[in-house]
């Protein structure tokens, strides 16, 4: 398994990532994970949509929470060209409770916990840890890498806004 060199930080210590980091201009990779009632879904499910996948490490956690939420609605913004993926290595059950507690009804959730198909083939698998790191990628309609941040410290937020504003001009 590649190891990246991408400088990411837990808490302050350093961890590895494994797999193949993407950027932007890559060609989206198909990936299968599991939703909420153990199904695959593939990114292909999506094609002809912009997607923007929301990746974090746990639903449970302050920050990934967050994260959900403003994507679950900037969700409703963006119309239906635009599909939202979560997706995080909690199992489906987890990301299931979590949702429907939280009231978040705009977004897929997804988990690759069973193969980490995801995780490798997008360079997010924290090694130390076997769950994903935090960032965003935006995917255009053609299946092509738009936008890219793997976050340098897990515990911060993604930068929102700038992924949202590359979707919006991808619609």
Do not use: W
């Amino acid at each position: 398994m590649k190891k990246d060199n991408t400088k990411v930080t837990f808490a302050g210590g350093a961890i590895t990532l494994v797999g193949n980091p993407v950027k932007k201009g890559d060609k989206a990779e198909n990936f299968t994970a599991l939703n909420q009632g153990l199904a695959p879904v593939s990114l292909s499910d999506f094609d002809g949509k912009v997607k923007i996948l929301s990746i974090f490490p746990s639903v449970d956690t302050g920050v990934c929470s967050a994260q959900a939420h403003r994507f679950n609605k900037e969700a409703s913004n963006l119309g239906d060209n635009v599909q939202i993926i979560t997706l995080s290595n909690d199992l489906p059950f987890a990301l299931g409770r979590f949702c429907g507690a939280e009231g978040i009804d705009n977004l897929i959730t997804l988990s690759d916990h069973k193969e980490m198909d995801f995780g490798y083939k997008y360079g997010f698998s924290i090694e130390e840890l076997r769950l994903l790191t935090r960032g965003v990628v935006v995917i255009d309609k053609e299946n092509t890498i738009q936008y890219v941040e793997y976050v340098p410290e897990v515990t911060d937020a993604p930068n929102f806004d700038a992924a949202i504003e590359v979707a919006k001009t991808l619609v």
